[in-house]
């Protein structure tokens, strides 16, 4: 056996299913920290955040118009009802006057409901002359007013921990003055991509020379994840230049690599890994990305992925992307399904569970799903305009044209 030559022909090969589960019990779940509101987008709320006060804190207007009594506008859609303008009513302004039988007060949007006055009555419905308002509409009681705690009652649940922090989220909790949260902290990840034949993206590849995607797609998928990158490294095809380079990266919470983790002479990933930890499995039936590692490099879980860019992608959103969702403390770890009709049939061998590239598109309200092309793993351009995979069993040799598949959503396309 040639020096260096890995050989795992008694390796077990687990299923996607199988090697997920051991890769999410692999990590935990990170610890919380404080943090500016202003800071928190896409982060993972720690504790619930419960109202302090009413929301809305008072009763409103939610029109511009005239807050009235109710019963004093019956019957103006059939004969007109003129009454006394008494005040002005404007946000952010308490407005005492009391409204009384026969008066109005104008009030703006948003405005705190003047004491006396039951409804708001639109301005379009009215006609404003001097001191004199005619109404030519009737409203009900509490018509056009936003009732104090109709969102929220003091101590209801404004955002519940577990809940990811989008612009809706962190609008709620500004509005009960959350100023400070405990949040998740967002995963470190460290990445590495192997080989002499890489160059950088400006360069000009020389003989048997490519550029360099994998980082570029690594540190894409990382940050869309919702981790924040560590360090990105490319290593040579040198054994102890790699055990280095995996040492200084322990300051990571995860370690992730593309390339180095099959049984070539210059497949040295694993052995270094090895070398500074263990490994736990290293090959799944699935396609494309059946050498996929799981190990450790010291404490830190590390995951090894082919280094095809097409395996790179798959191999990214089937284990890293769910590892890091559970690090930074996300309720589910897993992308949506929708199901969808096939618009070509698929065959393929049978042993491997396959992940079909596909764009989605909507016929009569169904789904329809379309290879992209060529599925080799490295054929890139498959990743373009790409919608999701659809699932293909591993036992199943053919799915003709016309078949309900499951895809699995990366991104659903834009409606014109």
């Known amino acids: 056996m040639p020096d260096g030559l890995i050989t795992d022909t008694g390796t077990e090969v687990l299923s996607l299913t199988e090697a997920r589960e051991k890769v999410l019990e692999a990590v935990e ?59 002005e009513a404007r946000a952010g302004q308490l407005q005492e006057t009391p409204v009384v039988a026969g008066q109005v007060v104008r009030i ?41 705690g109709e969102d929220l009652r003091r101590g209801e649940v404004a955002v519940a921990a577990g809940s990811e922090l989008g612009a809706g989220e962190l609008a709620v909790l500004a509005s009960v003055g959350a100023g400070r949260l405990q949040v998740i902290r967002r995963p470190q990840v460290a990445i590495f991509v192997t080989g002499d034949e890489l160059v950088e993206i400006g360069e000009v590849p020389g003989p048997g020379q490519i550029r360099d995607s994998n980082s570029v797609a690594l540190t894409t998928l990382v940050a869309e994840s919702g981790a924040e990158v560590h360090s990105c490294e490319r290593l040579k095809d040198n054994l102890e230049a790699t055990i280095g380079s995996f040492e200084a990266a322990t300051q990571a919470d995860l370690i992730v690599s593309s390339g180095g983790v099959s049984m070539g002479r210059y497949d040295l990933v694993r052995r270094a890994v090895e070398e500074l930890g263990g490994i736990d499995f290293w090959k799944v039936a ?32 089937q284990f890293v992307r769910p590892a890091i969702r559970k690090m930074k403390g996300a309720r589910g770890y897993l992308r949506p399904t929708i199901t969808a009709r096939l618009t070509e049939t698929l065959e393929h061998g049978p042993g491997r569970f396959e992940l079909v590239r596909v764009r989605l598109s909507k016929e009569d309200g169904e789904w329809l799903a379309s290879p ?35 895809v699995e959503i990366w991104r659903l396309p834009e409606e014109k």
């Open 29 to 87: 779940r990170l610890p919380a920290q404080g943090v500016a509101l202003a800071d928190a987008a896409g982060l993972v709320l720690a504790e619930t955040c419960v109202a302090p006060h009413d929301l809305p804190r008072f009763d409103n207007s939610s029109m511009d118009g005239y807050a009235l009594r109710a019963e004093d506008a019956l019957g103006a859609a059939e004969d007109p009802v003129t009454l006394t303008l008494a005040a």
């Open 372 to 406: 992209t092309g060529a599925q080799g793993s490295h054929i890139q351009s498959s990743l373009v305009d790409t919608h999701g995979v659809a699932h293909f069993g591993a036992d199943e040799t053919k799915l003709p044209a016309g078949t309900d598949v499951t």
């Open 286 to 317: 699935m396609k494309p990305g059946k050498p996929c590692v799981l190990g450790r490099v010291r404490t830190v879980p590390f995951l090894g992925l082919p280094g095809n860019p097409v395996s790179v992608h798959v191999s990214f959103e």
């Open 108 to 148: 703006m949007t948003g405005a705190p409901l003047p004491p006396g006055a039951n409804a708001v009555i639109p301005v379009e419905d009215t006609e404003e002359d001097g001191s004199r308002v005619t109404l030519r509409a009737s409203v009900a009681p509490g018509q056009f007013v936003r009732r104090a």
